[in-house]
């Protein structure tokens, strides 16, 4: 039996509280915009991705949630908990059939995911590829009835909506902000703050940090999701921060996350807060931004993927 939308928008009410702290970056002066305590575990940009994508699911009348993801996947583990406080079963679609029979090799992130009920389908390479044409999932999608699709990484126009809301949500002293600045995997969240703005009628520059090489398909599809409202707002995605590619690292930016955490007292993900905030201190050692600027960056979770 899954919940009313009532209990639905309850559970993403979570959301409104939006908490946010200034922090001294090699002398400006940097509003953090700390999602990632908005949920302990469907956190950050899961708790906002997910809302309006949930609440089509009970709108289609669906039992179970489907959705896709790698063995780390922030995205897999918020699915699986919301889904089961919501009444919903899980299906968790899962990149690598080297772990199928092999829990000895899973991760955290996989174990909690059973934990909290979810049903994991693992696929090879080439078949994760093929998303909802695999043959495995489309053998699923026959079989299951009432079963309710949530692409990788939630990202779709739904979660670009629930998106967007975090900038309606912010405190009203957060006001003249120059640069709004999120790390980019599959282009939803920036979407979203590109939505935000245009809807909100702001003059910032948006910049999204890619934690991942090539982005074209994540440029085309945030064209495809915002249509004429991108071309109101001044975005673009920074190409040059993700430190040898999607979960690589390199020993400064490792050190630049840690020497963070002793400075500020908070954690960064590694594999895309501690990008996004590194990129920020760049922007501002290369005196693109300046302490004439206001500058917001949204921390959006990811802390069970680990930090450095
Ligand atoms: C913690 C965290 N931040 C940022 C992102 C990137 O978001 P998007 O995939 O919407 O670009 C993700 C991935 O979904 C994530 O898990």
New binding site residues.
């Given amino acids: 039996m899954t919940a009313a939308t009532t209990d639905i928008a309850a559970f993403f009410q979570q959301s409104n509280q939006v908490k946010c702290e200034t922090i001294d970056l090699l002398g400006v002066e940097v509003t953090v915009v700390r999602e990632d305590l908005n949920h302990p575990v469907v956190?950050?940009?899961?708790l906002r991705?997910l809302k309006y994508n949930l609440i089509g699911a009970w709108e289609h009348k669906a039992k179970t949630i489907l959705t896709f993801g790698g063995a780390y996947?922030?995205?897999l583990v918020a699915t699986a908990f919301a889904a089961q406080q919501l009444g919903f079963d899980s299906i968790g679609v899962v990149r690598g059939d080297e772990l199928e029979n092999n829990q000895a090799i899973w991760s955290e992130t996989l174990y909690q995911c059973q934990q909290y009920g979810m049903q994991l389908v693992f696929v090879s390479r080439t078949e994760y590829r093929l998303k909802q044409q695999g043959p495995t999932v489309k053998t699923l999608l026959e079989q299951t009835s009432d079963l309710f699709v949530v692409p990788e990484?939630?990202?779709n126009a739904a979660?670009v909506k629930g998106?967007a809301e975090l900038l309606a949500d912010l405190p009203e002293v957060i006001s003249d902000i120059s640069h709004l600045i999120?790390?980019?995997?599959?282009?939803?969240?920036?979407?979203?703050l590109i939505k935000g703005v245009h809807d909100q009628s702001w003059h910032c520059k948006v910049y999204?940090v890619a934690?991942l090489k090539g982005l074209q398909s994540?440029k085309s599809d945030i064209n495809q999701w915002l249509g004429e409202q991108e071309s109101t707002v001044n975005w673009q995605i920074l190409p040059d921060f993700h430190c040898g590619g999607y979960a690589k690292s390199t020993p400064e930016l490792e050190s630049f996350a840690i020497a963070f955490k002793q400075k500020h007292g908070f954690s960064l993900?590694k594999?895309?807060?501690s990008k996004s905030f590194y990129a920020l201190a760049q922007l501002i050692k290369n005196g693109v931004i300046t302490d004439k600027d206001k500058p917001v960056i949204i921390h959006?979770?990811?802390l069970q993927?680990g930090v450095f």
């Fill in positions: 956190q950050g940009n899961k991705k996947s922030n995205h990484g939630g990202s979660a998106m999120c790390p980019v995997g599959t282009g939803g969240t920036l979407a979203g999204g934690v994540v993900d594999i895309y807060n959006t979770g990811g993927g």
